[in-house]
């Protein structure tokens, strides 16, 4: 297993408690005093845990992604603490260097993590309950993948636009993809409406089962805590 797959393996964790631990203090935060009515204290707290959640990985966003694009060096690649620092040391931790890409992370968890959230919260709701744990487990399922396909739909936009600022370059010394808005902007000039949904199908493939397994998890874990702690 290359550097790059392990370090994209063992993100994931605090990236996840870290989806989940905001969305709930942010619910919290923006339902007290009961003034917002609850669908868009769903829909808010999703959006500031997805922003949340960006702010916190995209330095290792950055080195996953200048990891996976050095294919032609696998055995003699660097560590994932020695690239930081490379890229720490010749582009500090502005735009240009840790935090490059941003405004797409922003873009691409902010608006993931309020359709995935809102729109499973509010539909989940809607649905009589049931004593029957197969069919609520069918229930939640569907609620969950939907919210999930619809959020990497909306999304992909963001993350084509991050893979190419975050990624090499086509020419060597010249950084044609700046910015967010902008390399979206020029990918749609360039290649066509169709180039901003690139790998769309494997992205839902991943994050649509993904998804509604990963509330369902989540949704379990909560419920026990909450009685034995």
Avoid at 42 to 58: D, H, K, M, P, Q
Avoid at 197 to 210: I, S
């Amino acid at each position: 297993m290359t550097v790059s797959k392990r370090f994209l393996e063992t993100k994931e964790t605090p990236k996840r408690a870290t989806k989940f631990f905001a969305f709930e203090r942010y619910k919290n935060l923006f339902a007290y005093g009961e003034y917002i009515p609850q669908p868009i204290v769903l829909t808010l707290a999703g959006l500031f845990s997805g922003l949340t959640e960006a702010v916190i990985i995209n330095p290792f966003e950055v080195v996953k992604v200048k990891l996976q694009a050095e294919r032609d060096n696998i055995k003699g690649q660097k560590s994932t603490v020695a690239t930081a620092r490379e890229i720490f040391k010749e582009h500090g931790f502005g735009r240009k260097g840790l935090n490059k890409g941003l405004t797409s992370t922003l873009g691409r968890h902010g608006i993931f993590n309020m359709i995935y959230f809102s729109l499973y919260h509010n539909v989940k709701n809607t649905f009589p309950e049931t004593e029957d744990k197969v069919l609520d487990f069918l229930k939640k399922f569907t609620v969950g993948f939907i919210s999930g396909v619809l959020g990497s739909c909306t999304n992909i936009p963001f993350d084509v636009a991050k893979s190419r600022i975050q990624g090499p370059q086509p020419v060597p010394g010249e950084i044609k993809y700046q910015k967010c808005f902008q390399s979206i902007h020029l990918i749609y000039k360039e290649e066509g409406f169709f180039a901003l949904y690139k790998g769309l199908v494997p992205k839902v493939l991943r994050l649509g089962p993904g998804a509604a397994i990963m509330m369902i998890v989540y949704e379990h874990v909560f419920d026990w805590l909450k009685k034995f702690i």
